[in-house]
């Protein structure tokens, strides 16, 4: 008997040793590094791709690399849970150095596809991956990123050095991964086919599942619809308060938004008005950049998916 708690003893030190070892080791080289390949691509800058990029951006980059006066120079992020450490997105304008001046279209490509900047080091998930946005919709952002509107133009302030946490670190070693890139094409949806055009807008260009679905834990970023809760709400999100205020169910059960005409759905989406007037919250922003027919097309697809009970507090 005394002889097996001796070894259990061992064993069990060995094992506290290894751990402490694999900690040390995670907490020391931080975020893991992967080969990043160089993908060749030249983006032109015509005003229709800028004018579109923008209002994409408006709705995806914008919001997250703005500083207080507007400029894309990066800032806290007060809205990532404080287990992720501090976060602080990046400056990126058109500045050389600070900025992406240097960096190339494929670059720029590659880094939104599969989160890895081009020395190979990876974007944990407080900086979201693009997998699902069309090829030319992704190729309108950068051309974009290169117009000259105010925002972007060069400037040399630099927002702090993120400190993830150890246990970023430690799911960066374990858990995430920089996504795959693409080996297909990734087109535009037929605009002229509603249920498509909305399930891109929700899965793809906006993902607005990824806000709606139980939780960024279990959701699914390449097949969307097979994330826990698709799309029913009840995700914990934060404010810029740190307090939480959860998703909305936005599936058409009884618990969701089955009583929405497609007017209401409208005022929500594009102006965040919800139907008894109030104001919906943030992380719920408006997204004025997104047409009629497109937010028809969210409300038409919506109605296509399965229903889920979940009473949203
Ligand atoms: C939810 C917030 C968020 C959104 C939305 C977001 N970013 Fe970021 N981004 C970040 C954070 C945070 C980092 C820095 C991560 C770090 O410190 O490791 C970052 C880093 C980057 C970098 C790397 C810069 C560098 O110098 O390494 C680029 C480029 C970038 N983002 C572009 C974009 C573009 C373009 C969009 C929209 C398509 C976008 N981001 C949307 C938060 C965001
Ligand atoms: C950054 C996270 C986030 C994204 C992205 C997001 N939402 Fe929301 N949304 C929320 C939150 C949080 C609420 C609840 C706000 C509240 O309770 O005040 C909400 C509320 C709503 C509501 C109101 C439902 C109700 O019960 O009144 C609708 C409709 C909605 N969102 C649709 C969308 C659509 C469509 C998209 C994509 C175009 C989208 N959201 C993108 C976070 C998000």
């Given at each position: 008997m005394k002889?097996?708690?001796?070894?259990i003893g061992i064993i069990l030190g060995?094992?506290?040793?290894?751990?402490?070892?694999?900690?040390?080791?995670?907490?020391?080289?931080?975020?893991?590094?992967?080969?990043?390949?160089?993908?060749?691509?030249?983006?032109?800058?015509?005003?229709?791709?800028?004018?579109?990029?923008q209002r994409i951006a408006s709705m995806l980059c914008i919001q997250c690399h703005a500083a207080d006066d507007g400029a894309l120079t990066g800032k806290l992020l007060k809205d990532v849970p404080k287990e992720?450490?501090?976060?602080?997105?990046k400056n990126i304008t058109s500045h050389k150095e600070k900025g992406i001046g240097n960096w190339t279209?494929?670059?720029?490509?590659?880094?939104?596809?599969?989160?890895?900047?081009?020395?190979?080091?990876?974007?944990?998930?407080?900086?979201?991956?693009?997998?699902?946005?069309a090829d030319e919709d992704l190729k309108d952002i950068i051309a974009w990123l290169r117009s000259d509107s105010p925002?972007?133009?060069?400037?040399?302030?630099?927002?702090?050095?993120?400190?993830?946490?150890?246990?970023?670190?430690?799911?960066?070693?374990?858990?995430?991964?920089?996504?795959?890139?693409?080996?297909?094409?990734?087109?535009r949806p037929d605009t002229n086919d509603a249920v498509a055009l909305g399930k891109y807008i929700v899965d793809g260009q906006i993902a607005c599942f990824a806000c709606h679905s139980k939780d960024f834990k279990t959701m699914n970023v390449l097949e969307p619809t097979k994330s826990e809760g698709y799309c029913g709400g009840g995700n914990p999100l934060l404010n810029m308060e740190g307090a939480v205020v959860p998703s909305a169910n936005?599936?058409?059960?009884?618990?969701?938004?089955?009583?929405?005409?497609?007017?209401?759905?409208?005022?929500?989406?594009?102006?965040?008005?919800?139907?008894?007037?109030?104001?919906?919250?943030?992380?719920?922003?408006p997204h004025t950049g997104l047409?009629?027919?497109?937010?028809?097309?969210?409300?038409?697809?919506?109605?296509?998916?399965?229903?889920?009970?979940?009473?949203?507090?």
């Open positions: 002889k097996i708690l001796k070894w060995i094992v506290l040793i290894l751990a402490a070892g694999g900690a040390a080791f995670i907490s020391i080289r931080g975020i893991p590094k992967y080969e990043a390949k160089n993908i060749e691509m030249k983006v032109d800058v015509t005003p229709e791709r800028v004018a579109n990029g992720f450490g501090a976060i602080y997105s279209d494929g670059q720029l490509y590659y880094l939104l596809r599969t989160g890895l900047r081009p020395n190979g080091q990876y974007l944990p998930p407080y900086m979201p991956k693009f997998p699902l946005v925002a972007l133009a060069p400037s040399d302030q630099e927002a702090p050095e993120s400190e993830p946490s150890f246990l970023t670190k430690f799911l960066c070693a374990v858990a995430f991964k920089p996504l795959p890139f693409p080996d297909k094409p990734i087109m936005i599936t058409f059960d009884e618990t969701g938004i089955a009583g929405y005409t497609e007017q209401q759905f409208i005022d929500a989406v594009k102006y965040c008005k919800k139907r008894d007037g109030t104001i919906l919250r943030y992380p719920m922003v047409t009629d027919t497109e937010v028809k097309g969210i409300y038409a697809y919506l109605k296509t998916i399965p229903h889920i009970k979940n009473k949203v507090q």
